[in-house]
């Protein structure tokens, strides 16, 4: 048990001006960052690690914690302004976020993404200071067998209320899951499907994949679409209503349901080792869609939409640490990065980290809440610059995103190779939007492809083959029928239902008309 003279010890140590300083300076990198296509937090954190060296523990931690936070909130910015997400996970805004910008409403659905990022970031920082090791021994109670049937689940949630028709969704599904099995496979390490190409044994790149489908498809799609007359990217009125720059306390307050589940998703899914941010930001979707009032106005413009997605991916990055921290196991990429950090300072992450370094991880603790903040702030000062950049000509942002879309793949993946497979995704991404096919389930498959395929082959082992042992794991045979039942609902009867109120809504304008 740490002692509260050492809680309050390093809380103090948090406040000092240089770690503050530090905090400020990685959350403004970070959202930069991420606010460029192409890039990303993980990259930010990559470059940063380096230059962390001379300094002490925790300005080097705070720093990098600072970068990540700011980054989540960044990628949201390309994705609300011209539908090119700076991150995968910040695809799901886009469903909802660049309708709100193309109804001329760019600032409220950013500060509305921003609002809900810090929120859900707070919610599963708080959990993390208060809850780390409970939470952390809950998470490892969760087999390959729960987790294969908790990714079916969601599979089965996304497929259903993204897209419109089942099959197409579940096409695209199958089709992610088939470039994923690219590179060595993740049980044997034997290569497969790799052609020749060495540069494919580690498989597809996930950053030229996603940014290749997600943005540079779209880059292309609105570049063929400008006319000879020069028009700016987002249409903003010039007699633009006061509200439609803010977000209201009551829309915030009307949002906070939908803000709580997105925290409690991101937290839980954070929490398990492998999952992401990705994941949870569409099932946070997925579920605010389903239970909502108005499901016809999600993917046009409703403002819960950019709420549940900013809320639940923002969480996972205080889940992350809590088996980092307590256990020692990363949950994600950037808290890989962050173990690194740790060792490179000599502090092993552990069981026995709050007992030796209690000081230093509640100093951690307290710049996280102190980055939260200032991701608020910098945030909020910073979005009426991004909604003037876009503002510009819509053929000399596209350029630059296309630009920039390749620089930071480049970057990323270490040479030309990535930016040839980004290129190939794009031509891929066109085609599957151009014939209804969704280019977001086919990410989250190709971006759970290996996790799903080594939980397949774990669950096949501890069944023994035998496919009626899985009544003894009650959680994932309840996971299981919920996903049956959701593909009944929402592949079926769902849609009946709504068919059924539209023709009766046809019936009743035809006859006021009369």
Same mark, same amino acid.
């Given at each position: ?11 103090? $140590? ?5 770690? *503050?300083? #530090?905090?400020?300076?990685? !959350? ?5 960052? +991420? ?18 060296? !001379? ?45 709100? /910008? ?50 079916? %689940? ?27 099995? !690219? ?18 044994? $580690?498989?597809?790149?996930?950053? /030229? ?33 006061? $509200? ?34 990705? /994941?949870?930001? %569409? ?58 950090? %740790? ?9 026995? *980290?709050?007992?030796?370094?209690? =000081?230093?991880?509640? +100093?951690?603790?307290?710049?996280? *809440? ?13 979005? =009426? ?16 995103? *296309? ?13 030309? #190779? ?17 014939? +209804?096919?969704?280019?977001?389930? #086919?990410?989250?498959? %190709? ?68």
């Amino acid at each position: 048990m740490v002692e509260f003279t050492t809680v309050l010890a390093g809380l103090g $140590d948090a406040l000092n001006l240089t770690n *503050l300083l #530090f905090v400020i300076a990685g !959350v403004a990198i970070g959202q930069f960052i +991420g606010a460029l296509p192409g890039t990303g937090p993980v990259m930010a954190m990559a470059v940063a690690i380096p230059f962390t060296f !001379v300094l002490d523990p925790l300005p080097a931690i705070a720093f990098l914690v600072g970068v990540n936070k700011g980054g989540l909130f960044g990628g949201a910015i390309p994705a609300i302004l011209i539908n090119t997400p700076g991150t995968p996970d910040a695809a799901a805004t886009a469903l909802d976020g660049h309708p709100l /910008a193309k109804k001329g409403k760019p600032v409220k659905a950013m500060k509305m993404a921003l609002y809900s990022s810090v929120t859900g970031d707070t919610f599963s920082d708080i959990v993390l200071i208060t809850l780390s090791v409970p939470l952390a021994i809950i998470a490892l109670q969760m087999g390959p067998v729960e987790i294969f049937a908790l990714m079916i %689940f969601a599979f089965s949630i996304i497929a259903g209320l993204i897209g419109d028709s089942v099959v197409k969704a579940l096409i695209a599904a199958v089709l992610g899951l088939f470039f994923a099995m !690219v590179g060595l496979d993740p049980e044997h390490g034997t290569p497969r499907l790799y052609f020749g190409y060495f540069e494919l044994f $580690d498989g597809l790149p996930l950053t /030229a994949v996603a940014i290749g489908m997600l943005a540079v498809a779209e880059i292309f799609r609105r570049l063929a679409n400008i006319g000879k007359s020069i028009l700016p990217t987002i249409e903003i009125p010039d007699t633009q209503d006061a $509200d439609d720059k803010r977000v209201s306390r009551a829309e915030y307050w009307s949002c906070r349901y939908v803000m709580l589940r997105g925290a409690v998703i991101g937290t839980v899914l954070g929490a398990i080792p492998g999952i992401g941010s990705t /994941a949870a930001a %569409f099932m946070s979707y997925a579920s605010t869609k389903q239970t909502s009032n108005d499901p016809e106005s999600f993917g046009k413009g409703n403002i819960q939409g950019v709420a549940a997605t900013e809320s639940a991916n923002s969480a996972v990055m205080g889940a992350n640490l809590i088996t980092l921290l307590a256990i020692g196991i990363p949950g994600s990429i950037t808290a890989a990065l962050l173990i690194s950090a %740790f060792k490179i300072h000599g502090i092993q992450p552990g069981p026995l *980290l709050f007992e030796q370094q209690g =000081r230093l991880i509640y +100093g951690l603790f307290g710049a996280m *809440l102190m980055a939260n903040l200032m991701n608020l702030l910098i945030g909020q000062a910073s979005l =009426r610059l991004w909604a003037r950049i876009i503002s510009a000509p819509e053929s000399l942002v596209f350029s630059a995103a *296309l630009v920039l879309c390749i620089t930071g793949v480049y970057a990323s993946t270490g040479g030309m #190779f990535g930016v040839a497979v980004m290129l190939a995704f794009a031509i891929l991404g066109y085609v599957m939007t151009s014939f +209804g096919y969704s280019v977001v389930i #086919f990410i989250i498959a %190709f971006f759970l492809g290996n996790k799903l395929e080594l939980s397949l082959s774990q669950t096949l082992v501890i069944l023994d083959g035998n496919p009626m042992a899985i009544i003894n794991f009650p959680v994932a045979l309840a996971l299981l029928l919920l996903s049956l039942l959701s593909i009944v609902w929402l592949g079926y009867l769902a849609p009946r239902r709504a068919n059924k109120r539209a023709l009766i809504a046809d019936d009743q304008s035809d006859t006021s008309s009369k």
